[in-house]
């Protein structure tokens, strides 16, 4: 019987990494993604820390070499992120639940360089370097910002004689959190908290779009209850964030 019948729920177990402490939830975006989208396909699942510092016997056996996040699905060991997300859409499937895929295809790359820019911003040890990169990152987070500001065809009249107006949903498609926010929010946030503490860097307030995106997300359960400690974010980047050397 496929595992998207009327029948009982597969038997799924993710496993994430665990914080400073060996047992609350650690820092990372690829565990925070798939820890979302199980919440958010409604499924009955387990949800398991490893401390990396003590990677119990077992865990080796199960997943050799690999590091969280991994799950198991009906005892079959998962590894890799983008196949476990293609997986998990395709076998936890309407009518039982909910899909998850964006419906625009811009949904899915909106933000995609930020990481990038933040990584080289924090990891940069050179005063003269800093402005540029500062700026490099700021201007990611405005082409996200335009994005979020922008109306998608839905919600676009028309027959509108007005002047088209602009957006003011809670997510990259809609106002439902869908595969690409999964993605997407779990590293915004980490640059958030990280770049204000190790650079005192704010996301411009006048980054309507990304504000309301961030706290639309900070409103509900799916993120937050998946999401690090900012503390452990902080802790997780003091060896990562280069201090700026004369």
Request: net charge negative.
């Amino acid at each position: 019987m496929s595992s998207n019948g009327g029948g009982r729920d597969p038997d799924i177990e993710l496993f994430v990494k665990a914080g400073s402490d060996g047992e609350s939830i650690g820092n990372c975006p690829f565990s925070q993604r798939l820890f979302m989208i199980l919440w958010l396909k409604g499924v009955v699942f387990n949800v398991t820390t490893v401390d990396l510092k003590r990677k119990p016997a077992d865990l080796h056996n199960l997943a050799p070499g690999t590091h969280p996040p991994f799950l198991t699905f009906n005892g079959e060991v998962k590894t890799d992120i983008n196949k476990i997300e293609e997986f998990l859409e395709e076998v936890l499937a309407p009518p039982k639940y909910p899909k998850l895929a964006a419906k625009h295809r811009e949904s899915n790359t909106a933000g995609i360089d930020i990481f990038a820019k933040f990584s080289a911003y924090i990891k940069n040890t050179r005063p003269d370097a800093n402005g540029a990169l500062e700026k490099s990152l700021t201007k990611a987070l405005k082409k996200l910002d335009e994005y979020l500001n922008s109306p998608l065809p839905e919600e676009i009249d028309v027959d509108s004689m007005e002047e088209e107006k602009s957006s003011n949903r809670s997510f990259l498609d809609g106002n439902e959190l869908t595969l690409a926010d999964c993605n997407l929010l779990p590293k915004l946030h980490i640059v958030k908290v990280v770049a204000k503490k190790y650079r005192n860097y704010d996301i411009p307030s006048d980054m309507t779009g990304v504000w309301r995106y961030l706290n639309s997300a900070y409103s509900r359960d799916e993120f937050t209850n998946t999401c690090a400690a900012d503390k452990e974010i902080e802790l997780a980047y003091q060896d990562v964030a280069k201090r700026l050397v004369k």
